[in-house]
């Protein structure tokens, strides 16, 4: 079983060969589809790598200190892509990245999961309170993503100059964000004085408990980490550089890149962990990964985007489109359906993928629409 383990995290380092690759491909300009699927692969393992490094360096500083720092950085590879995607204009792009990241953990890490460790291990077990309190948490998360989206043509209609009501909704949206990071922080605080409780956003600090990895020194850690994520700001940058180009090339829209593409680039490693411990029959730290995950997203890696933005001429509000906000409640509504009973079989794992796959098939046919 622990060369299985490694023989993943070996497998998933092999993909570090893109990364020169990448760079070549930018030089010479060869094509803008292999500059983005390239830099795209060479992403995969350096989040792999941040997120390695980073549980090692909170393993270190304690209980506290290390779930702040793991539970901080835990998307960061997401985080460095959509900035990137901010300074360059494409708000559209990251506003469908954070929903394609929420429906990702929510429908194929999840439904993943359920089905490879319904199909090993028949019916599969899991704490419901837990379960069920992190589902509640993802509602609320998706209907305080939703308000402002509600209250848009309230504002438009209240205030016909659009100067006074643009203010209005960034205002709106600021505030929103602040309240959900808020949130967040106190559910941090909450989990480090409470360590019993497996609230959703402790999960990538539990992931060492089953994933086997070589003891790393903390100087060792530190430089893995600034390496990947010096790498991963340059993969970054070349990958946003060339959705435009590589969606016109393709006949894509930069909607279905944002909202299936970069949130796979992005997840791959923790998606990995999610199923693995499926197969392992820890369906509790199954559904905790791929709800927690979604919960990170949601309550701060959006506000913490709208933030970011404001250092743009393009900021980030969270005004999102009825097609995507159908597509979060769906996926809210059916993790939520799944995670209730306390238990899950590979029939239930076969029914989240496939709301996910029709969802990603709309997205493809129907982009003139959003």
């Not at 239930?348 to 993928?353: A, I, R, S, T």
């Amino acid at each position: 079983m622990k060369s299985f383990q490694l023989s993943n995290l070996v497998s998933l380092n092999l993909l570090l060969v893109f990364f020169p690759l990448a760079l070549l491909a930018r030089l010479t300009g060869i094509n803008d589809v292999i500059v983005f699927a390239a830099s795209g692969l060479a992403i995969i393992p350096l989040a792999g790598l941040m997120g390695n490094a980073t549980e090692s360096i909170s393993e270190r500083l304690g209980q506290h200190i290390g779930g702040l720092v793991n539970a901080t950085l835990g998307n960061a590879a997401e985080l460095i892509i959509t900035f990137f995607a901010l300074r360059q204009g494409l708000v559209e792009l990251v506003r469908a990245s954070i929903v394609g990241s929420i429906l990702g953990n929510l429908l194929l890490v999840l439904g993943m999961s359920v089905l490879l460790g319904g199909l090993r291990h028949g019916l599969q077990n899991f704490n419901r309170r837990t379960a069920s309190m992190n589902a509640t948490l993802v509602i609320l998360a998706f209907l305080v993503l939703a308000l402002p989206s509600g209250f848009d043509s309230a504002i438009l209609g209240r205030y016909p100059d659009l100067v006074d009501a643009r203010t209005r909704e960034l205002v709106f949206s600021v505030g929103i964000a602040a309240v959900m990071i808020t949130l967040y922080a106190l559910s941090l605080i909450y989990a480090m004085r409470n360590p019993e409780a497996s609230v959703g956003h402790t999960a990538k600090a539990r992931t060492q408990e089953i994933i086997v990895r070589p003891v790393i020194h903390i100087r060792n850690a530190l430089l893995i980490l600034a390496a990947a994520t010096i790498g991963t700001v340059i993969m970054s940058e070349i990958l946003v550089s060339a959705v435009e180009p590589m969606v016109k090339q393709l006949g894509l829209s930069e909607f279905f890149v944002g909202i299936i593409l970069i949130p796979l680039i992005g997840n791959v490693a923790e998606h990995v962990v999610s199923v693995q411990v499926a197969r392992k029959n820890r369906m509790d730290l199954a559904l905790t990964i791929s709800l927690g995950s979604s919960l990170q997203v949601a309550l701060f890696v959006a506000p913490a985007l709208v933030f970011i933005s404001l250092l743009f001429d393009k900021h980030l509000l969270l005004l999102f489109n009825p097609y995507e906000l159908a597509a979060l409640a769906v996926g809210s509504i059916v993790a939520a359906l799944v995670s209730q009973d306390g238990e899950s079989n590979w029939l239930e794992g076969v029914e989240l993928l496939a709301v996910y796959l029709i969802l990603a098939l709309a997205f493809f046919l129907v982009p003139a629409a959003l």
